[in-house]
Every structure is written in structure tokens, then in C-alpha cells.
């Protein structure tokens, strides 16, 4: 299952560039994870000091 962005979202970007397979874009008003892209790697998790990120 993918990971997602949840809420908690800042639109900071920090996630983006930890993606390996570039799944991530910038949303409105938040960030999205493309599912079919995403490899539950958990990169984008651990970079984002707002913890919005969930598996």
C-alpha cells in the first residue's frame, strides 16, 4: 500500500527530493503521493519533520 500525505501537510517540500521514484507533486493545498508510482520505500516518512506522511 502506498504511503500518504495526510492533514498535517505544511507544503514544506522537504519530501520530494528523498522520493526515488518521483511519486510526489505538489497538490492544493498540500502535497500528493502518486499510489501507482509510490514503492513504500518510507523516505518521504522519515524526512518530513511534520510527521504527515503515513504507510
Same mark, same amino acid.
Given at each position: 500500500m502506498?504511503?500518504?500525505?495526510t ?6 517540500? &522537504?519530501c520530494?527530493?528523498? =522520493? ?5 507533486? #505538489?497538490g492544493?493545498p498540500i502535497?500528493?503521493?502518486d499510489?501507482a508510482?509510490? &514503492?513504500?520505500?518510507?523516505? =518521504?516518512?522519515t524526512?518530513c519533520?511534520? #510527521?504527515?506522511?503515513?504507510?
Amino acid at each position: 500500500m502506498a504511503h500518504v500525505i495526510t492533514d498535517a501537510c505544511v507544503a514544506c517540500g &522537504t519530501c520530494v527530493p528523498e =522520493c526515488p521514484v518521483e511519486a510526489i507533486s #505538489e497538490g492544493d493545498p498540500i502535497y500528493v503521493i502518486d499510489a501507482a508510482k509510490c &514503492t513504500d520505500c518510507g523516505a =518521504c516518512a522519515t524526512a518530513c519533520p511534520a #510527521e504527515a506522511i503515513k504507510g
